[in-house]
T-cell receptor, first 113, second 115 residues
Framework: DQQVKQNSPSLSVQEGRISILNCDYT??????FLWYKKYPAEGPTFLIS?????DKNEDGRFTVFLNKSAKHLSLHIVPSQPGDSAVYFC????????????FGKGTTLSVSS | EAGVAQSPRYKIIEKRQSVAFWCNPI?????LYWYQQILGQGPKLLIQ????????DSQLPKDRFSAERLKGVDSTLKIQPAKLEDSAVYLC?????????????FGPGTRLTVL
């Protein structure tokens, strides 16, 4: 049973436009959500996070939105750049689980110039 | 600051053979994690150490997988004997402490192919 779902395996966007990556979760106990970015042959790197007490967190070109009632979060990248081309993983955790992260399957973003 | 180091980067073995992976976390990081990432999937936690003690190994296939972190610093993950379905990237990560929401830093991973 997948607790964190990224239903779009891939997304293609033109440089300068907005990229929107989506993530759904099923476990209502999750209270912290993260996005990781992964380039080929490298480990995932932390991008941005959001606590369940917030509905939005922004860091430069990256904004994460959380809709708790819908159990849905999204990552917006504006403007998209070719260097953003990577696999993006959504992850979730909750206090009782310690710090274990539960990851989605990932979305491959391709930004063309 | 040096990142999480892993070796080897690539390993090809035949089924039923044994293999070991090594991880050196970021200096001062008390918590160390091993994840398995099968192609097309997200990373899945295998085991979590806090210093040299095991915090969570509920998803570790203990009949064939073992891991240790003897001095609370570097760690090894072993598979014996390997099966075809063990083909995956094995990622090591570390964080400052076991407190929730501490950022996890990942190493580059070891890509294992079992033939």
């Amino acid at each position: 049973d997948q607790q964190v779902k990224q239903n779009s395996p891939s997304l293609s966007v033109q440089e300068g436009r907005i990229s929107i990556l989506n993530c759904d979760y099923t476990n209502s106990m999750f209270d912290y959500f993260l996005w990781y970015k992964k380039y080929p042959a490298e480990g995932p790197t932390f991008l941005i996070s959001i606590s369940s007490i917030k509905d939005k967190n922004e860091d430069g070109r990256f904004t994460v939105f959380l809709n708790k009632s819908a159990k849905h979060l999204s990552l917006h990248i504006v403007p998209s750049q070719p260097g953003d081309s990577a696999v993006y993983f959504c992850a979730a955790t909750y206090n009782q689980a310690g710090t274990a992260l539960i990851f989605g399957k990932g979305t491959t973003l391709s930004v063309s110039s | 600051e040096a990142g999480v180091a892993q070796s080897p980067r690539y390993k090809i073995i035949e089924k039923r053979q044994s293999v070991a992976f090594w991880c050196n976390p970021i200096s001062g990081h008390a918590t160390l994690y091993w994840y398995q990432q099968i192609l097309g999937q997200g990373p899945k936690l295998l085991i979590q150490f806090q210093n040299n003690g095991v915090v969570d190994d509920s998803q570790l296939p203990k009949d064939r997988f073992s891991a240790e972190r003897l001095k609370g610093v570097d760690s090894t993950l072993k598979i014996q004997p390997a099966k075809l379905e063990d083909s995956a990237v094995y990622l090591c990560a570390s964080s400052l402490s076991g407190r929730p929401y501490n950022e996890q830093f990942f190493g580059p991973g070891t890509r294992l192919t079992v033939l």
